[in-house]
């Protein structure tokens, strides 16, 4: 640039100027690398995301061949239920149908009659059984859907109906029952399903009540939907247990494992079918438990929408019967005929019907007593010692195994012999029953005759038991080929004790085990020759030498370390002694031994390769 004077026309040299032109703020460095980092975010955030959606595809794809192949085993394992009970039936109609024809000919004899009707009434539980099985299966997979029938069904009138069905049971067995019924209730339900949930509801608080116990049924209209609420007095229930009973893929592994535990499921089947009645009809059930005070069952169910007309009845294996659920009548304790002449049989069972029937195998024989558990048991003890003791590991509120326990720990009755009878057929439930002092295991079913059998075998053992106890050859024992007295097998356990504790003392002779015992050196010997036809001197060489061979066999100490522990005095003496006893010197034998131990790992090395050869 340059510059004029505009007065005299002079202008000025040419400078230069530099001028720098700054860039915009979105042309900067900064902008640039900001750019770059938001399009790296931007490709890193579409590659996570396609990730992530990889991976939410491919867990869902997981699950669902997880649910698929659960729904495959549940499918195979109700599809086993299914057969089971297809195959049961025929055989329990042939037992059933000539049970009947039994008890309808009048020229019967009655103790046939008797059994019979035991027949009779252990069938209508197999029926009972085959039929929730069915209902299982059928209400699991859905088969049983098309057959629900909406209707205005009467609830007050059905609950009242049903709960005067358990009304002997519960005069048998003096529980108080309180109702709190909504009068004149009707509601649109399936009146199948109603009549299921409420006698399923029943039949379990009534069950697990005690005897004196209270019950209580709570029926009404709340909020839009019929509420049902049975309560009693209980020990509680496990909330896990009730939990895997109302999982759809849990509930057969958990019958699974009840079953090899021995205990029955069928309380446990029937809150199943319950639940998934519930479900299926929209609603929900919840359960409440206090240990040692009320369990509560709660079912909520809403309106549904009334069907024209009925739908078609699917077809049962077999038909469903109105006492379904009932608890039996109950079987009352028989009472027999005490004889002081007679030994006696303690039948300890949960089960009347099963006392009956064991006590029946025995009344012919022996006196019997059956109290109800242990409590009653331990009472009874208190007055008489039975000759045996039968009891069950039944069910599972059973105490039968610390009643044993209670039985085999007392000084008293630590001699009664105990049979256990057993529904669980894996061997480790077995073992906790022996382990906890039963002197035998059955299972069931069991034959009839090898109870007696065994029955008999034990006391017969304990009669002999007590017979040698009593006489004088119990005082002796048998100790290599000869009658040995206690008092001298134990007088020369004192010996050899002595002996063992001192046997690296040198000063040890037969004085001095004389002095330990507290007898005379006289006596001493007068009593060895009696018993081992040995001088104590003799005693202790022998000892002496045995230390030695083991010490010599077992340890790399020295000969001379091993003449010091086993006691010698002379170097001389010692290897005389040795090889008088063993054939060979100390280091020979020690030389011997060991190649033998090495020949003996090499032999057995050989046979492990060829073997996995």
Known sequence: MRYRNNITGAESPVYSLPIRLKPAWYATAAAKCLYVLLLLA????????????????????????????????????????????????????????????????????????????????????????????????????????????IELVPVAEIAQSMVETFGEYSQQNSIHCQLDIERNLVWPTDRDGLSTILNTLLSNAFKHTPYNGAVSLTIRSDNGKLLISASNDSVGVNLEDIEAIFDRYRVLDYFERKSERGLSFQGDLRLAICHSIVVRMQGEIKVESTPNAQTTFTVLLPQLKVTAENAPTADNIVPASKEYGLPLPTVTRREFPFDKNRRTVFIVNDNSEIMNFVAELFAADYNIKMPSGKTEMIELLKQMHPDIIICDALSEQSDCLSLIQFIKQGKLTSHIPVILLSTAQQIDERIKGVESGADICLTLPFNVEYLKAVAEQLLRRNRSLKDYYKSSISAFELSDGRMLHQDDKEFIDRMLKIINDNISNTEISTKFIADELGVSIRNLYRRLEGILNQTPTNIIKEYRLAKAEQLLTTTKLSIDEIIYKAGFVNRGTFFKCFSAKYGCTPKVYRKEKLSQIRQEVGEESEDAADRSA
């Not at 396609?50 to 794809?61: D, G």
């Not at 059933?96 to 019979?116: E, N, T």
């Open 42 to 149: 931007v490709v890193g955030g579409v590659i996570r995301h396609y990730l992530l959606r990889y991976r939410r595809r491919r867990a869902e794809k997981l699950q669902r061949l997880e649910i698929r192949r659960k729904e495959e085993v549940y499918e195979s394992k109700m599809r086993f239920f299914s057969n089971i009970t297809q195959e049961l039936s025929m055989p329990l109609t042939m037992i059933s149908a000539p049970c009947q024809q039994i008890l309808a000919y009048r020229k019967a004899d009655p103790y046939v009659l008797k059994y019979a009707q035991t027949i009779r009434q252990n069938v209508s539980k197999l029926h009972d059984l085959i039929y929730m099985l069915h209902e299982f299966r059928g209400i699991r997979t859905g088969q049983n859907d098309e057959s629900e029938n």
